[in-house]
Every structure is written in C-alpha cells, then in structure tokens.
Antibody, heavy 122, light 107 residues
Framework: EVQLLESGGGLVQSGGSLRLSCAASGLTFSSYAMSWVRQAPGKGLFWVST????????YYADSVKGRFTISRDNSKNTLYLQMKSLRADDTAVYYC???????????????WGQGTMVTVSS | DIQMTQSPSTLSASVGDRVTITCRAS??????LAWYQQKPGKAPKLLIYKASSLKSGVPSKFSGSGSGTEFTLTISSLQPDDFATYYCQQYNSYSWTFGQGTKVEIK
C-alpha cells in the first residue's frame, strides 16, 4: 500500500523557520514528481510547490517563492519543505502529494498524506 | 497564472439527486483537469483525472467532461457518503491551481 506520512509541523513565531518531511512507502519514490499543498483553516486547497522525480527542477507559488524550498532525498524516500520567514498567512495544514504518472509533472495528485498543521503566531 | 473558478460555491441537494458542478479555466488547459473530493478533517481524494478518466476504485456514479476552458463533474445519484467538498485542479502549466471548492450539502 502506498503511504505518505508528513511530520514536522507545529507552532512557530512569525519570522521563524520550520522544516516539514514527508516519508513515502510502498512505491518507487524516485519515479514520481511530488508536491506540497496547503489548506488554511476553513479555506480551500492551495498548491505550494512541486519537485520533479530526479529533484533537478522545482516550482513554487508566487506567495512562497524565495521563502520556501522543496527538496527530496530519493535514497531515503523522503520529501522536504524548508519554510523560512514564516507569516501568519502561512498557517495551514500542509499535505504532501504524489503525482499519478511516472516521471512527468503533468499529472494529478493521486496519493495524499494525512497532513501536518503549521501555526504561525504573530 | 491560470485561474480556476468553480460554480456553485455551495450546492444543496437531496439523496438520489443528480448534481453537476462546473469549473472554468481562465485559459485553455486542454484536458489537464482533475476533480477531488474532500471530507472534513481528511485529505483530498482523487476522483477524476484528464477531465473524464475515472480513477480506479472510484464509483462510476462520478463522471467528468469538458475540455479547453469548461469542465463539469456530475454525480448521478447522490448518496449520504457523497456530501463533501469538491475541488477542480488544473495541471496544464507549472502551477497546479485549484478551484475554490464546491460544498455539497444535504437539503
């Protein structure tokens, strides 16, 4: 069974940093692009960042560009999101998600983790 | 960036109803559109990909159609388990934008 398990969320002060992890199991992790999606309390889904299967290219939403860094360690089957200069409007549940087609980023997200809550206090 | 607009934002329906949700893209996305179902406190679940392809294991009462800029998700006979929020998502460009969501409520 394919599983994604996020960790690293918590309470942080405005301007602080946090690193999220997403541990994958049950799949050939290195074959799939991966993404982070967040959901502020009571709000909709918002795409944050994507990394290609090899890790060689990354993409970011404008609102996090320059503050967040997505990376992956294919030897550890783990995806990361390093978040810096956090703001109150970054408060959300952060989900990692697997793209449903090998290699390409042009794919829907077929497997999601359970999410990890990040709360930024001002 | 491509903007995705869903309508309606809220839909009140009864068990057994056929319901349709619309999603419009601000520019053509070919058929690179997905639909997700999300229940409170849970992660989203992929229902439809490439506009009309049903994800394996998803009941056939869910169907998707459209291409270009206009898309629909139809649930043929609403059941209690289907009351949830539904999101469309485009994956045509290097920004995987979601619609704002449609909450399907019990009338």
């Amino acid at each position: 069974e394919v599983q994604l398990l996020e960790s690293g969320g918590g309470l942080v002060q405005s301007g602080g940093s946090l690193r999220l992890s997403c541990a994958a199991s049950g799949l050939t992790f290195s074959s799939y692009a991966m993404s982070w999606v967040r959901q502020a309390p009571g709000k909709g889904l918002f795409w944050v960042s994507t990394i290609i299967a090899s890790g060689g290219s990354t993409y970011y939403a404008d609102s996090v560009k320059g503050r967040f860094t997505i990376s992956r360690d294919n030897s550890k089957n783990t995806l990361y999101l390093q978040m810096k200069s956090l703001r109150a409007d970054d408060t959300a549940v952060y989900y990692c998600a697997k793209h449903d087609v090998v290699i390409t980023t042009v794919a829907a997200f077929d497997i999601w983790g359970q999410g990890t809550m990040v709360t930024v206090s001002s | 960036d491509i903007q995705m607009t869903q309508s309606p934002s809220t839909l009140s329906a009864s068990v057994g109803d056929r319901v349709t949700i619309t999603c419009r893209a601000s520019q053509s996305i070919s058929s690179w559109l997905a639909w997700y179902q999300q229940k409170p406190g849970k992660a989203p679940k992929l229902l439809i990909y490439k506009a009309s392809s049903l994800k394996s294991g998803v009941p056939s009462k869910f169907s998707g159609s459209g291409s270009g800029t206009e898309f629909t998700l139809t649930i043929s006979s609403l059941q209690p388990d289907d009351f949830a929020t539904y999101y469309c998502q485009q994956y045509n460009s290097y920004s995987w934008t979601f619609g704002q969501g449609t909450k399907v409520e019990i009338k």
